[in-house]
Structures are given as structure tokens and as C-alpha cells.
């Protein structure tokens, strides 16, 4: 789900490349905490590129696969919401940005989309597991630990017709997600590298 802010991030100062590619290592190896989310920003030019990564809880209420009517609903609420970013995200309307793509990932979504495309791959991938379970006892715990949560990855990205504007973004997402309680982001702008930690009662990061 990073393609897009590792692609914008190649034509950025190799300084700022480096921060961004430690902070995804850092995520990737952060732990998953309920509560907490991370963004990634990167504008580059007239692209603006955001990356959200949440455990599912904070979006949805649970992580297991939705399997009850009232869950299945749930999930797919919460998906259709999320596709559309003005209700998570208000870059300042001087920019005139336009939203351009969104992709979501989530094995809650998948779940729900090809339920028994998800039986068959998850039949197939039990079976090998077995076979080699002998010689892969870390993978086995590995993979048991990975089914016990579940994240959503969001990837949005938008045109901007003056963005000069771009000079701030806001989170509604606070109040639209309440199980949300802070969100550490990372920026990559023309004006250099920045970090900031957004909760409900601060939701607004300032690019300048």
C-alpha cells in the first residue's frame, strides 16, 4: 500500500527518501495497538499522495472475519465510507484537489467481497503449512499471531489544481472513527520532513 508514496519519494531529496523509508520500517515493525493509527503524506508538485494504515477495531469494532448479518453490514459500511476521503480528509479548499484513486486493503474486505476465493486460498495455504509445519514451528506461530488481527490500509490520491494552497490538512476522521485515538503521521513536502501526533482535540497538521 506505500507504492505510491515510495514512487512520489523518488523524486524528492535522497534525505528525504531515507525518512520516509525508515519510518515504513519503523511501522512494519511498530506493534499493533489498538486505539492508534500512522498516516504517510507525501506531496510532490500537484499530487498529494495519503497512506493510512489502522488496526480494524479503530475503524469497524472488531477484527475477526464478519460472518453475522449485523457484521457483514458493518464492514461494508465502514468500506464504502472509506472510499470516499472527504469524509476522513480535508486538504484546504483554496487547493481545488480533485480525488483521483483510492485502494483499500483489508482481510476484513476481502473477506467480504470473495468470501470463497478466501476459503479456497486459506484451504490451500493450510494444507502447504502442514506439510513443511516440521521445519517452520517460528512461521507456524507467526501465522497464528497474524490471523489474531486484522489492519486496514487505505491508499488516496488526489490532483490539485493550486497547490500552492496546499498548506494544512484536517482530520474529520477523528469524529467519524471514534474508536481512533491518535494518529502519528509522517510528511514528505516541498517545504522538507515532518512528524506530528493528530488526536481528536488536535486535528489539523500545517505543512509551512
Excluded at 527518501?17 to 515493525?29: C, F
Excluded at 476465493?117 to 497474524?146: L, N, Y
Excluded at 490520491?157 to 503521521?185: D, H, M, W
Aim: glycine content about 4%; overall charge negative; some cysteine.
Amino acid at each position: 500500500m506505500r507504492r505510491q508514496l515510495i514512487t512520489l519519494s523518488l523524486a524528492l531529496p535522497i534525505s528525504v527518501y531515507a525518512m520516509a523509508d525508515g519510518h515504513k520500517e519503523h511501522s512494519s515493525l511498530g506493534a499493533h495497538e489498538h486505539g492508534v493509527a500512522s498516516l504517510n503524506i507525501a506531496i510532490d508538485g500537484a499530487q498529494v499522495s495519503l497512506e493510512l494504515d489502522s488496526p480494524a477495531v479503530n475503524l469497524v469494532g472488531f477484527e475477526h472475519a464478519a460472518s453475522q448479518p449485523d457484521d457483514i453490514a458493518k464492514v461494508a459500511a465502514v468500506q464504502a465510507q472509506m472510499r470516499d476521503a472527504s469524509q476522513l480528509f480535508q486538504l484546504p479548499a483554496a487547493a481545488d484537489c480533485t480525488q483521483t484513486s483510492v485502494d483499500l486493503d483489508s482481510p476484513l474486505f476481502a473477506g467480504n467481497e470473495h468470501e470463497h476465493e478466501h476459503e479456497d486460498h486459506e484451504e490451500k495455504h493450510e494444507h502447504e503449512h502442514e506439510e513443511a509445519a516440521h521445519e517452520h514451528d517460528h512461521d507456524h506461530d507467526h501465522e497464528e499471531h497474524h490471523h489474531e488481527h486484522a489492519d486496514i490500509e487505505a491508499s488516496y490520491s488526489f490532483t490539485c489544481a493550486q497547490p500552492e494552497a496546499l498548506i494544512s490538512l484536517q482530520l474529520p476522521l477523528f469524529k467519524v472513527y471514534p474508536g481512533l485515538q491518535r494518529l502519528n503521521v509522517q510528511a514528505i513536502t516541498p517545504a522538507g520532513q515532518m512528524g506530528a501526533e493528530l488526536t481528536a482535540n488536535n486535528p489539523v497538521i500545517n505543512f509551512e
